[in-house]
């Protein structure tokens, strides 16, 4: 298929403006070359724009902490962030006006533990983390993973940001549903982390798709479709429509390809490729990221648009995803 080159000048010159390049932090200009074969450990890579979060996954991780304790520190920044509409504290709710999240974590032993549909609470991915290390389950969803957050110490908080509040407002004037998931309106934060032995962790945040129907959930906290962590292969995580990573349960695809011998960049373009052969894409995106055990890295997408971050020795690089469109 060819490429829209007027789109993705555009889409470029939109990100340059958007991202800017400050202290530490390099903007890759090519989209078509973002294979990064990296033996340099430790690094953390995560979807979007994310220099914060992973500053201080980063952070965590150079204080002898963990690479688990490393990605659950980065994600709880943009949960912590009222300007990020798709994660935690001032993410768009669902059309009944309730912020409605997801979260997972994964750790090197194969760990898992998520919460869906949780409410008031600011943190989902650490009552993710103690439903994994408290709890006999992997899973804990609504009043029950509420619950469970209040006996284990969380407070309750009122997530709905008076930004979040007005647009939802406005939204219910047509009550138009439509999820397109692009550069402007992304969803999922998912960050990946290997560290200096190389021993790989994961986590993945969101609240969802704006405007939901009220207990859908995502691929975001499923494992295997928002993320999976294979400490002997390699780790994946999935952003964009929930929906298409469900149906291919796109994480652990990419991991098991991994597996057989391809490389983390043709692995993800290939879990995208199951997509486009089978469903209707055009207005549509999902990402990839991956990384393998070595170190490699892969990143692919749908849609153009779509970037990750990089964070090596306390430097982070924002590159621009290669494409299918």
């Not at 600011?122 to 103690?130: F, Q």
């Not at 292969?233 to 011998?261: D, P």
């Not at 993800?268 to 170190?295: F, H, P």
């Not at 779509?306 to 621009?320: N, Q, R, W």
Request: with cysteine.
């Amino acid at each position: 298929m060819k490429n829209d080159k007027g789109r993705r000048h555009f889409l470029k010159q939109s990100l340059h403006k958007t991202i800017g390049v400050g202290a530490g932090i390099q903007l890759l200009q090519s989209c078509e070359n973002t294979v990064q074969n990296n033996n340099t450990l430790p690094f953390i890579l995560s979807t979007w724009k994310n220099e914060k979060a992973n500053q201080a996954a980063w952070d965590s991780l150079k204080n002898s902490n963990s690479i688990l304790d490393a990605v659950e520190a980065g994600a709880r920044i943009p949960e912590a962030d009222p300007n990020d509409q798709s994660v935690g504290y001032g993410g768009r709710p669902d059309r009944d006006g309730n912020v409605t999240l997801d979260a997972c974590i994964m750790d090197s032993k194969g760990n898992y533990g998520a919460v869906t549909a949780l409410q008031h609470i600011m943190h989902p991915v650490s009552v993710a983390r103690k439903v994994m290390e408290d709890t006999p389950h992997v899973m804990l969803t609504g009043d029950g993973a509420l619950q469970f957050a209040l006996d284990s110490g969380f407070s309750k908080t009122n997530l709905l940001t008076e930004k979040s509040k007005q647009e939802w407002k406005e939204w219910l004037v047509t009550s138009e549903y439509k999820p397109k998931i692009n550069i402007e309106l992304h969803d999922t934060i998912g960050i990946l982390g290997i560290d200096a032995n190389a021993d790989l962790a994961g986590a993945c945040t969101t609240s969802g798709l704006g405007y939901k129907m009220p207990g859908r959930i995502g691929d975001s906290p499923v494992v295997g479709a928002g993320l999976f962590v294979d400490n002997e292969i390699g780790a994946a995580t999935a952003t964009g429509m929930g929906e298409l990573v469900l149906k291919s349960v796109g994480s652990f695809l990419i991991v098991e390809l991994m597996r057989q011998g391809m490389t983390a960049q043709e692995a993800c373009e290939e879990g995208v490729m199951r997509i486009v052969r089978k469903q209707d894409y055009k207005e549509l995106q999902v990402g990839y990221i991956a990384i393998s055990k070595t170190g490699d890295i892969g990143a692919y997408s749908i849609q153009p648009g779509f970037i990750y971050t990089l964070t090596i020795d306390g430097k982070h690089t924002i590159s621009e995803v290669k494409s299918y469109l």
